[in-house]
């Protein structure tokens, strides 16, 4: 292809894609929060949190679901002044559960949390943690505990879930994966194995619970300032930093009221930033199509990002190997 037809090709993409935005901005039907029940698992902290204010304000009530008592106080009385600002806001409750230990704890707190506020309208899949470690590194206990939280515990909540949602004929479902459950880095055999998982799982329930008039949504978060974040990141190996940061670091509420705004539309994947962008546009496979912007994206930049993707590839396989070359030197000296 010449110069100018390619950039031909990307002058009617541009202005195709624009079109479709247009058009988007028009046809879309956006379901409302107000008065309905949002449950949020890992709503104590990071995303979670900022996506439970997100909501308050929208006019809904809020289940947070996290292990640690004291945090989910805090988090409660934290939402309660969001909605103390708004008129005619929800309520908040809160539930102490570890949804990574087995299917009845999480089922009983749906149950429990739809007895006080009404069936769940929205599920934000939030609790999850990652640890990058190199793989022969990795403790049989922390590659369990990654599956057990990441994937069970956001598989079985669900599942109750959507007993729910199919009985009312609606409902939106959130799962939180990551940039990482897109594309394998070093550091992440395991989170990015459980993380990957999640998204499989959400391709399958999406085929079978749309006749009910549910939607599935898949957040992709880059690397955010959360204490999860934080608490990852002071022992991530050298080469997962210098890779990781090539995206920046995002601020949790932007990348919640993303997540809301997108899942309240039925898209399939949420993101933040051009890599995001990138990695969900380029990742999508055989994935469903919610939206005229993503699919027309999809087939149309689908080339394009695959060759930028190369030039990341080749940049992270030289921070792997210029560390790998230090540490052998290193070795030497002694
Ligand atoms: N921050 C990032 O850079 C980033 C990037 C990509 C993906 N993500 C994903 O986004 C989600 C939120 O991350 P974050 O950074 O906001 O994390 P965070 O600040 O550490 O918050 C995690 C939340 O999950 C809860 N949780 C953890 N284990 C749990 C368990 N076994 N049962 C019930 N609740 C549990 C935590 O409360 P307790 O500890 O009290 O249970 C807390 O409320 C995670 O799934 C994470 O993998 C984050
Ligand atoms: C689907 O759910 C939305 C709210 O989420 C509701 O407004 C709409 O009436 C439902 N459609 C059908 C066909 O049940
Ligand atoms: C993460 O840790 C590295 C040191 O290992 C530090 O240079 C960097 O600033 C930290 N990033 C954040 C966002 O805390």
Redesign the pocket.
């Known amino acids: 292809m010449s110069l100018c037809c390619y950039l031909e090709y990307i002058g009617v993409t541009v202005v195709i894609v624009a079109i479709v935005t247009i058009a988007n901005i028009f046809s879309t039907k956006k379901r409302d929060l107000k008065g309905k029940h949002v449950l949020i698992?890992?709503?104590?902290?990071?995303?979670?949190?900022s996506v439970a204010h997100d909501v308050a304000r929208r006019g809904a009530s809020v289940t947070?679901?996290?292990?640690?008592v004291a945090?989910?106080q805090k988090?409660q009385e934290e939402v309660e002044g969001t909605i103390s600002s708004i008129s005619g806001g929800g309520k908040v409750q809160f539930f102490?559960?570890?949804?990574?230990?087995n299917a009845e704890v999480a089922y009983r707190v749906v149950k429990d949390a739809e007895a006080s506020l009404g069936p769940v309208f929205m599920l934000v899949?939030?609790?999850?943690?990652?640890r990058a470690q190199k793989f022969e590194d990795l403790s049989p206990q922390l590659v369990k505990s990654m599956m057990?939280?990441?994937f069970l515990?956001s598989f079985f909540i669900t599942q109750e879930v959507v007993r729910s949602m199919k009985q009312q004929e609606e409902g939106v479902i959130v799962f939180?994966?990551?940039?990482?459950?897109l594309v394998g880095l070093y550091g992440f055999t395991a989170?990015s194995a459980a993380?990957g998982a999640l998204i499989r799982l959400a391709e399958s329930l999406h085929m079978e619970v749309k006749p009910y008039n549910i939607t599935v949504t898949v957040?992709?978060?880059?690397?955010?300032?959360?204490?999860?974040?934080e608490?990852?990141n002071k022992t991530k190996p050298i080469e997962t930093t210098l890779i990781s940061e090539a995206a920046g670091l995002?601020k949790?509420e932007d990348v919640a009221r993303k997540l809301v705004d997108d899942a309240l539309v039925g898209k399939f994947f949420t993101t933040s930033g051009l890599e995001g962008y990138m990695l969900t546009t380029l990742c999508t496979g055989m994935g469903p199509v919610t939206d005229a912007l993503s699919f027309f994206s999809q087939v149309f930049l689908g080339g394009l990002f695959r060759s930028v993707s190369a030039f990341y590839l080749w940049s992270f396989g030289r921070i792997v190997e210029t560390e790998h070359q230090k540490r052998m030197a290193s070795k030497k000296v002694e």
């Open positions: 698992t890992g709503g104590s902290s990071g995303i979670g949190l947070l679901v996290a292990r640690n945090n989910l988090a102490s559960a570890d949804l990574s230990s899949n939030c609790a999850g943690f990652a057990d939280v990441n515990g939180t994966s990551s940039q990482g459950g989170y993380k957040c992709c978060p880059p690397d955010t300032d959360t204490p999860g974040f608490e990852e995002f949790p």
